[in-house]
């Protein structure tokens, strides 16, 4: 499968607890971003990262949210001391480049805090 | 403030009609616009896209046209069949000095029922 990977596909976590989110890029390419869903609304834009480098988490809370795109291994998004409002849909893309560049979509993880 | 609307959240047609999804920006620095397509429980796939420097760009039985005075476009599906019932997204953005035009503002999507 050449698609966007990402693991796992459900999540539950309870209020206090660290929730960690894994995405494979698509083969060949090396940007990826994390959008965040929640219900009857569209996707909104977290952070961009290439390999190593956090290029822009302008959409990302300052608290408790981290991401990562190590040299090896996938993107990481974190989230510590879970609380009920971190429950959504957490979508992986990536691209090939920025410019005029069409991202490509994991299937997402849904995140339920109870 | 919602840069991208999608003012319609349902639309229904029949088989064999044309679809007609509609979206509209406030941005005018928005110079990309994607759609999707997006199936329940399922991530958005990339559907067509057309940078601002077009007004229209057609693959198979989809076109997208762009109105950048209007600040307007459309997805136009014809023939539309049941497999194209779905949620389609309308998507922009805006380039910087750089070129890159990354960060993706979505709108609220359009459920689309194609009706055998």
């Known amino acids: 499968n050449a698609g966007v990977m990402q693991n796992p596909r459900h999540l539950v976590r309870r209020r206090g607890q660290e929730a960690r989110l894994r995405c494979s890029p698509m083969?060949?390419?090396?940007?990826v971003y994390w959008y965040r869903q929640l219900p009857e609304e569209g996707l909104k834009f977290m952070v961009y990262l290439q390999k190593e480098n956090i290029i822009d988490e302008s959409g990302m809370p300052k608290e408790r949210f981290s991401a990562e795109f190590p040299k090896e291994g996938p993107s990481i998004l974190r989230i510590q001391q879970v609380v009920r409002g971190d429950s959504a849909a957490y979508f992986c893309?990536?691209?090939?480049?920025?410019?005029?560049?069409?991202?490509?979509f994991g299937d997402g993880t849904r995140l339920s805090i109870l | 403030d919602q840069q991208v609307k999608q003012n319609s959240p349902s639309l229904s047609v029949q088989e064999g009609r044309i679809s007609i999804l509609n979206c509209d920006y406030t941005n005018s620095m928005f110079d990309y616009f994607l759609w999707y397509k997006k199936y329940p429980a399922e991530g958005p796939t990339f559907l067509i896209s057309i940078s601002s420097i077009k007004d229209k760009n057609e693959d198979g039985r989809f076109t997208v046209f762009l109105n950048k005075s209007a600040k307007h476009l459309s997805l136009h599906i014809v023939p539309s069949q049941p497999g194209d019932s779905a949620v389609y997204f309308c998507?922009?953005?805006?380039?910087?000095?750089?070129?890159?035009?990354?960060?993706?503002?979505f709108g609220k999507g359009t459920l689309l029922t194609v009706n055998p």
């Open positions: 998507a922009a953005s805006a380039g910087n000095s750089g070129g890159s035009n990354y960060k993706l503002t």
């Open positions: 893309a990536s691209s090939r480049g920025t410019a005029n560049q069409p991202q490509h």
């Open positions: 083969k060949g390419h090396s940007h």
